[in-house]
């Protein structure tokens, strides 16, 4: 069983910066695809960035040019580096795994940004922003 575990999140004034952590444990595949998710009360977990086998990045128009994601393929850690950031990107924060040979369902492989191409999730880092 693959496990994902955040860690970073916290409060911060807007315009501030923080550094999510994920790592992953127990490398069971090869390769991997990872994502981060956010969720606000009251709305859908959406995806924020995502990063696949061979390096390729994929952002949320919301966060392109503020957020990096970013692997370190030696120790299994995922991050996601948020700076300039606004009240709204106050939410939950999910570190989302699928190893590459599994991102496929009903014939399609599935978009990074969707919810069920993951099948690894973790307990979720909070990150609040204050105006």
């Known amino acids: 069983q693959v496990q994902v575990e955040e860690s970073g999140g916290g409060s911060v004034q807007a315009g501030g910066s923080l550094r999510l952590s994920c790592v992953r444990s127990?490398?069971?595949?090869?390769?991997?695809?990872m994502a981060w998710f956010r969720q606000a009360p009251g709305k859908e977990r959406e995806a924020v960035a995502g990063?696949?086998?061979?390096?390729?990045?994929r952002y949320a128009e919301s966060v392109k040019g503020r957020f990096t994601i970013s692997l370190d393929n030696a120790k299994s850690t995922l991050y996601l580096r948020m700076n300039s950031l606004k009240p709204e990107d106050t939410g939950m924060y999910y570190c989302a795994a699928v190893p590459s040979r599994y991102q496929y369902g009903g014939g399609r492989r599935y978009s990074w940004n969707e919810v069920a191409k993951y099948k690894y999730w973790g307990q979720g880092t909070q990150v609040t922003v204050s105006s």
């Open positions: 990063i696949d086998s061979a390096g390729s990045t």
């Open positions: 127990r490398a069971t595949y090869d390769h991997y695809c």
